[in-house]
């Protein structure tokens, strides 16, 4: 199983980055793909979460800033982060709850991280 985030880096205050994390091993079309993050000194906290192609959960300090996307077809799940702001600073992480090919039982996979640092 492979999880791969790209998209990470240097950005001012109030600008955007898109994260995307691409995806093998996994029955992705079923899978419940999020992203989290951890900023130094915190604990991983989830930004986001998407179900099937319509159920989206955002942690609170989102505020409609961010939105997660996926693609089936390409095997990627997206976060699309505007308005970013210094505290968005962190390693962001994709997650993936799913289901192995050939196997009955769900397990939870995470992809290396990508680092997002916001300048003031």
């Known amino acids: 199983v492979q999880l791969q985030a790209s998209g990470g880096g240097l950005v001012q205050a109030g600008g955007s980055l898109r994260l995307s994390c691409a995806t093998a091993?996994?029955?992705?079309?079923?899978?419940?793909m999020s992203w989290y993050r951890q900023a130094p000194g915190k604990q991983r906290e989830l930004v986001a979460t998407?179900?099937?192609?319509?159920?989206?959960n955002y942690g609170d300090f989102v505020k409609g800033r961010f939105t997660i996307s996926r693609d089936n077809a390409k095997r990627t799940v997206n976060l699309q982060m505007n308005s970013l702001k210094p505290d968005d600073t962190a390693v962001y992480y994709c997650?993936?709850?799913?289901?192995?090919?050939?196997?009955?039982?769900?397990?939870?996979?995470w992809g290396q991280g990508t680092l997002v640092t916001v300048s003031s």
């Open positions: 997650n993936a709850r799913a289901r192995r090919y050939g196997r009955s039982n769900e397990s939870e996979f």
């Open positions: 998407i179900i099937g192609g319509d159920r989206e």
């Open positions: 091993g996994i029955i992705f079309s079923t899978a419940a």
